[in-house]
């Protein structure tokens, strides 16, 4: 697995400890069911954004230069 996705990986496991340690003692079970679809969506967007910056710079590798 590369090495930016085990990066993100790694900040939404500990983005849902987190959020289940503040949100579980007072929300209980609902509490966690919000903290673990926020570490998803974490994970998702990072994901997507990871994914768009590589291929918009594999684009600017790969253009043609107009230098005559």
Do not use: H, Q
Request: proline fraction near 3%.
């Amino acid at each position: 697995i590369k090495k930016t996705y085990m990066i993100i990986l790694f900040i939404t496991l500990v983005l849902n400890v987190l959020l289940n340690k503040f949100l579980i003692p007072s929300w209980g079970i609902i509490g966690s069911a919000w903290a673990s679809n926020i570490s998803y969506g974490f994970l998702l967007l990072a994901s997507f954004i990871d994914k768009s910056i590589k291929k918009r710079c594999e684009r600017s590798i790969k253009a043609p230069s107009n230098n005559s």
